[in-house]
């Protein structure tokens, strides 16, 4: 399995950025993936999901300012990231839940389990 992030990169408040992650060799059809994101002495924490049932949820801190999607065609994660703020500091990483999982809310809350495969994540800052 072979997740790979890219987009990240050096911006100032209020800027955007689309983050992508590439996914191959997962040979299952149903599943949940996302971003989770984590800085530097901070714990890891979900950022976006999207269930298997297509569904999509973002996490309350990036609410209205994040936006995940996935191009099955192409096997693309994205997650577009506008009004980005100094706190959105950290490296992003995108994953694939393990765990049986249907909905977005379920994908959100797993994101973050060691049991999960992931990238080698792309680094977002953000200036003010």
């Known amino acids: 399995v072979q997740l790979m992030e890219s987009g990240g990169g050096s911006v100032q408040a209020g800027e955007s950025l689309r983050l992508s992650c590439i996914l191959s060799g997962y040979t299952y059809s149903s599943y949940c993936m996302g971003w989770f994101r984590q800085a530097p002495g901070k714990e890891r924490e979900g950022v976006a999901g999207?269930?298997?049932?297509?569904?999509?949820r973002s996490a309350d801190f990036v609410k209205g300012r994040f936006t995940i999607s996935k191009d099955n065609a192409k096997n693309t994660l994205y997650l577009q990231m506008n009004s980005l703020k100094p706190e959105d500091t950290a490296m992003y990483y995108c994953?694939?839940?393990?765990?049986?999982?249907?909905?977005?809310?379920?994908?959100?809350?797993?994101?973050?389990?060691?049991?999960?495969?992931w990238g080698q994540g792309t680094q977002v800052t953000v200036s003010s």
């Open positions: 994953a694939i839940v393990v765990a049986p999982c249907m909905t977005a809310i379920e994908a959100l809350g797993a994101l973050v389990d060691d049991s999960n495969y």
């Open positions: 999207i269930g298997s049932d297509g569904s999509t």
